[in-house]
């Protein structure tokens, strides 16, 4: 979020200094020119280039590459079920030092974001109050039936050919002639001013405010007002306001000048008006004498102006609009992320594949493995199967078409060939792209998690969670490479792999980076390692399970019912720490989420 800050930040200052280059070129140009340019300016601060930048992204072509993965190895427990070794990236480890300083940076957001609320808060309470006051005025102001101010105004309507006519009240208050209200503007007038002036005086007068009002100066303000609402922190956002200001009040001069107003009165007028009444507090109620009034007199009695905006300026100016639209658009489209149809290099596939819909509306989830490298997985859905491939806890995958957490499956694959005995991983990979027709790419989103750490500081661990002794690896004696590991017997820990049972987890020569990944189904988030313990564990845990929270993932049913929990054995949480000596932290951090973007029924065969 800082990072997008401080890029809309410095993009949008960009802007703003190259508005200032463009008005020093038109300054001796039409001010209403100059009054859209630093518009321009302030519409940036709303509209950040990489709004256009994703429009661009979503309306672009999007290629679909085929991209080769990474094979990663399995673990099979003694009910089949495959358990991934390591997931999708998880930026999570960090030394215990590090720990400290990311809670601290962690909390920097938090800390800026009400330093920012206060002071928006503030500023939009004070103009609320301005705002108030000045509604009050207009209602306690009597409204001019007739009179010669109210016939001045409606000749001059009918010159410059306003269509509406605006309300005109009579104010006994200090503030100078104003026009109050957005949609349906109020002309509020001084009851003294008329004294103090002559009738050509009156009418350049009524002449300034109603150019207000043609150009709808006061809906200008308010959106401008809405960016230093938002940017109140960022000095050329105030900057580029007085600019507004300055530019638009000119632009009225020149206005009531081009409708045949002398200069002389009409400077007089300005001057008695600055003297005998006080300017407007906000700058959405338009009024005489706001802006440098020594400048305005100069630029009214010099006459200085060019009548027309020469042709290539307005090329100029026509081409910096587009191109400030354009090319952040053309960005997006040009640079938008190719669509991974993710599919294994080498021959890391299924001789033969089969996918049938299982409508059976059991709960019972089986994957078993088969010779020759062959699998075969009943009554999964394809958010198990890709959670399943791409080595993903739960909340590491998103999107895709409701019918993909809910439709069941029956998927073999069968292996004939022993050169064709690939990763098991890249099989599934390979089947979900042909089948399936699965489309994703990887987003780095920050979500909240559990970090698993050491629960003394002595690093002692508990009696649950031992070193093994047993050789895992893919050659090992019992490794998981072309003969299978002999199954443990039930209640038996395996050796290598992953025994769950109601209220107890059997794991044998697991790493802790592994642990935690298949932790995360029983706590219903995000777990990674922070431990730093190195090499493979023999870990048994006993603890009441959680009804709330099942096993076999978000979009499974679970199977049987939940176990009823002893209420003898400790939660999860508990049992971690008093068993083996880590315990669970909630933290956030930045995760690798898989975004399925889409996915289509397979032909049943």
């Known amino acids: 979020m800082i990072a997008d800050l401080a890029n809309h930040l410095w993009q949008s200052t960009l802007v703003a200094g190259l508005a200032w280059l463009v008005t020093l070129a038109l300054r001796r140009d039409r001010a209403k020119v100059r009054y859209g340019v630093w518009l321009a300016a302030s519409l ?22 085929v991209a080769s993965v990474t094979p990663h190895e399995v673990m099979v427990n003694a009910g089949g079920t495959v358990f991934p070794e390591q997931a999708l990236r998880i930026a999570a480890h960090q030394s215990a030092g590090m720990s400290t300083i990311r809670s601290v940076w962690d909390a920097a957001p938090n800390v800026l974001l009400a330093i920012w609320a206060v002071g928006a808060t503030v500023l939009i309470a004070a103009w609320i109050a301005r705002w108030r006051r000045l509604s009050a005025i207009a209602r306690t102001s009597a409204p001019l039936e007739g009179g010669p101010i109210l016939e001045t105004l409606r000749a001059v309507e009918r010159r410059v050919g306003l269509a509406r006519s605006i309300t005109v009240v009579s104010s006994d208050s200090s503030l100078e002639p104003g026009v109050f209200g957005i949609m349906t503007p109020t002309l509020m007038w001084p009851s003294r001013l008329g004294e103090h002036l002559s009738r050509a005086q009156i009418e350049a007068i009524l002449m300034h405010e109603l150019t207000h009002v043609r150009r709808r100066d006061n809906l200008a303000a308010v959106v401008h007002m809405l960016a230093q609402a938002v940017f109140w922190f960022h000095p050329i956002v105030w900057w580029i306001g007085a600019r507004l200001v300055n530019e638009r009040e000119c632009a009225c001069d020149e206005a009531v000048l081009g409708g045949g107003s002398e200069r002389e009165a009409y400077a007089e007028s300005i001057l008695t008006t600055c003297r005998l009444f006080t300017e407007s507090p906000l700058a959405c109620v338009s009024g005489v004498t706001g802006a440098n009034l020594k400048k305005r007199i100069e630029h009214i009695m010099l006459n200085d102006i060019r009548s027309r905006l020469e042709p290539w300026k307005k090329g100029l100016l026509a081409a910096a609009a587009c191109a400030t639209l354009a090319v952040p658009f053309l960005i997006g489209v040009m640079t938008v992320k190719p669509l991974l149809a993710q599919k294994p290099a080498g021959n890391a596939a299924f001789d033969v594949t089969s996918v049938k819909p299982n409508n059976t509306g059991s709960g019972m989830v089986r994957m078993l493995p088969a010779a020759n490298g062959g699998w075969q997985a009943e009554n ?34 069968t292996g004939t060939s022993p050169e064709r005995d690939g990763p098991l991983f890249d099989k599934v990979k390979t089947l979900l792209t042909d089948r399936f027709r699965l489309v994703t790419h990887v987003e780095t989103r920050e979500q909240p998690m559990f970090a698993l750490v050491l629960a003394r500081r002595d690093g002692k661990l508990g009696d649950k969670l031992t070193s093994s002794t047993t050789d895992c690896t893919p050659t090992g004696p019992n490794g998981r490479g072309r003969g299978r590991a002999a199954l443990p017997q039930p209640g038996e820990r395996p050796k290598c792999g992953f025994n769950i049972g109601p209220g107890r987890l059997a794991i044998g020569g697991q790493t802790m980076a592994a642990f935690a990944t298949n932790l995360s189904r029983f706590v219903g988030g995000i777990v990674v390692d922070r431990t730093g313990l190195a090499g493979t564990y023999d870990i048994e845990l006993s603890y009441a399970p959680d009804p709330g929270i099942s096993p076999t993932g978000r979009d499974l049913p679970g199977g049987a019912p939940p176990p009823v929990a002893n209420t003898d054995a400790p939660s999860i949480f508990t049992a971690v720490q008093e068993q083996l000596g880590l315990k669970l932290d909630s933290t956030k951090g930045p995760v690798d989420v898989l975004v399925i973007d889409s996915a289509e029924h397979p032909t049943q065969d």
């Open 44 to 65: 940036k601060f709303l509209v950040p280039f990489s709004a256009l930048t994703s429009l661009g992204a979503q309306l672009g072509w999007r290629p679909m590459v």
């Open 380 to 413: 999964m859905t394809l958010g198990m199967l890709v959670r399943l491939a791409f080595q993903l806890q739960d909340n590491q995958s998103v999107g895709g078409p409701k019918w993909l957490y809910e439709d069941r499956f029956d998927v073999i694959g």
